[in-house]
């Protein structure tokens, strides 16, 4: 039997910019409504509290997968409470700033029912994406990060292939530098990415295998859907698709299962149900939670529905949450 339709929010970018066949967010809203729900878009700064309740300026929408054609508004919504959703699908790209930070705080006041949201709001709060792979330590790189310019330059310096640099609140491969101890530009790039000693940033020791692409594993519910390696251009170190890496099919090796297995159980504790892992080699880099692409890439060199997949977890989880508190799991 099909599920009943839910009320889906989605907290994202706007539709008018997304890319149809790339966006995950997009995607994940075509498996949604392929699967009855409906649809409701709305950005961070729609956000409002009111009344003892969070609401948004909505829009309801009906999504196609035709660039330029690719939604139609079917009503407007201006006093939306999110109360009244079922899910809530935080989405916005990064940077994870202030405003972003705010966005996380105002929807978790949703005033009485509160719906499900993907992630949990806590969880992105918690979970900065360069530096939440630190709680694994055995799992990354040798890394040190730092603002202090002459530590950095002694671990540039005392690191044999070259050390990745970037920021901590970096995104899209913005801000990625490689930088090696023969460099001249070594102290002058450290002081331009730490604003001479300001600001945080990641050094983590050059993965040779990164030549080879960069994996990015996507996991739901702490189980890996699958993975797509990005490879770099020839002109570049960086593997982001957002700066010309190319995807391509790759399957998940004994060691990235190992990845995900150890760091299944934190991110189930903190709510984080959708999760791009990125992995070099044998070193997990990072743990994306804001908004993880490549599902659409992975349903192209798979050949399966990920996103189908998702939403039926989804369906599963507000089900569980709607069932009388004796018919739960583990109820009598």
């Known amino acids: 039997m099909d599920p009943a339709p839910l009320s889906l929010g989605f907290l994202m970018d706007p539709l008018e910019q997304v890319l149809v066949h790339h966006d995950t967010t997009f995607t994940l809203?075509?498996?949604?409504?392929?699967?009855?729900?409906?649809?409701?878009?709305?950005?961070?700064?729609?956000?409002?509290?009111?009344?003892?309740?969070?609401?948004?300026?909505?829009?309801?929408?009906?999504?196609?997968?035709?660039?330029?054609?690719?939604?139609?508004?079917?009503?407007?919504?201006?006093?939306?409470?999110?109360?009244?959703?079922?899910?809530?699908?935080?989405?916005?790209?990064?940077?994870?700033?202030?405003?972003?930070?705010?966005?996380?705080?105002?929807?978790?006041?949703?005033?009485?029912?509160?719906?499900?949201?993907?992630?949990?709001?806590?969880?992105?709060?918690?979970?900065?994406?360069?530096?939440?792979?630190?709680?694994?330590?055995?799992?990354?790189?040798?890394?040190?990060?730092?603002?202090?310019?002459?530590?950095?330059?002694?671990?540039?310096?005392?690191?044999?292939?070259?050390?990745?640099?970037?920021?901590?609140?970096?995104?899209?491969?913005?801000?990625?530098?490689?930088?090696?101890?023969?460099?001249?530009?070594?102290?002058?790039?450290?002081?331009?990415?730490?604003?001479r000693g300001r600001d945080w940033v990641v050094a983590q020791e050059y993965v040779p295998a990164a030549r080879e692409g960069d994996k990015r594993i996507l996991l739901l519910d702490g189980e890996p859907l699958g993975a797509i390696l990005r490879v770099p251009l020839e002109t570049d170190h960086r593997a982001n698709m957002a700066v010309g890496g190319q995807a391509v099919k790759v399957s998940l090796t004994a060691r990235d299962r190992e990845i995900c297995q150890k760091l299944a159980p934190a991110l189930r504790r903190a709510g984080l149900i959708f999760v791009g892992l990125d992995v070099i080699g044998d070193f997990l880099i990072e743990v994306n939670v804001t908004s993880p692409t490549g599902l659409a890439e992975l349903a192209r060199l798979d050949g399966g529905d990920p996103a189908a997949k998702i939403i039926a977890q989804v369906e599963a989880k507000v089900a569980e949450r709607n069932r009388p508190a004796h018919r739960r799991k583990g109820g009598r």
Do not use: C
Request: hydrophobic share 45%; proline share 6%; aromatic share 6%.
């Open 29 to 195: 809203m075509l498996a949604a409504q392929a699967r009855g729900h409906r649809l409701l878009a709305f950005g961070q700064e729609a956000l409002f509290h009111q009344g003892g309740q969070v609401h948004a300026h909505a829009r309801e929408v009906r999504v196609k997968g035709e660039q330029g054609q690719h939604f139609q508004v079917v009503a407007e919504h201006p006093e939306l409470p999110l109360g009244v959703l079922d899910v809530v699908w935080l989405r916005k790209d990064p940077p994870v700033d202030v405003a972003f930070l705010h966005a996380t705080q105002l929807v978790e006041a949703a005033g009485g029912r509160s719906p499900l949201y993907v992630n949990a709001p806590g969880g992105l709060r918690d979970a900065n994406e360069k530096l939440w792979a630190l709680h694994f330590p055995e799992l990354t790189p040798e890394t040190l990060v730092s603002r202090d310019l002459a530590q950095l330059k002694a671990f540039v310096q005392a690191t044999k292939e070259g050390v990745i640099v970037k920021p901590v609140d970096g995104h899209g491969g913005e801000g990625v530098v490689l930088l090696r101890g023969d460099d001249r530009n070594t102290p002058s790039v450290l002081e331009l990415l730490t604003a």
